[in-house]
């Protein structure tokens, strides 16, 4: 049974950072699209980022200039780098494997879906 499971949330101030992880088990990920989400309460779930097998980047422009998506093939590792963070960056951040990653960032046709992991950012 393939298990995605995200980590690195936390609390954080304005301006601060965070990185978040993602692993997957019997996934490769190297091998799929893969890509962050966020849901906030009380909003739709929004995409964040994504990244091509072949490393094709695309990011919401919210956050353009200040996530960095990256994937670590050695460690299975997917990464969302977060700077200068903002309270209405706050929300659950989920993984999510096997989907299209196109400018749009849909989630919806996304396979594998982790747990999510929270982040806060305090004004």
């Known amino acids: 049974q393939v298990h995605v499971v995200e980590s690195g949330g936390g609390l954080v101030q304005a301006g601060g950072s965070l990185r978040l992880s993602c692993t997957a088990s019997k996934l490769t990920l190297s091998d799929l699209n893969v890509g962050w989400f966020r849901q906030a309460p009380g909003k739709e779930r929004e995409g964040v980022s994504c990244i091509s097998w072949r490393r094709v980047t695309n990011y919401a422009d919210s956050v353009k200039g200040r996530f960095t998506i990256s994937r670590d093939d050695a460690k299975n590792t997917l990464y969302l780098q977060m700077d200068s963070l903002a309270p209405n960056d706050t929300a659950m951040y989920f993984c999510?494997?096997?989907?299209?990653?196109?400018?749009?960032?849909?989630?919806?046709?996304?396979?594998?879906w982790g747990q999510g992991t929270q982040v806060t950012v305090s004004a």
């Open positions: 999510a494997a096997a989907g299209p990653c196109l400018p749009e960032l849909k989630g919806d046709a996304f396979r594998y």
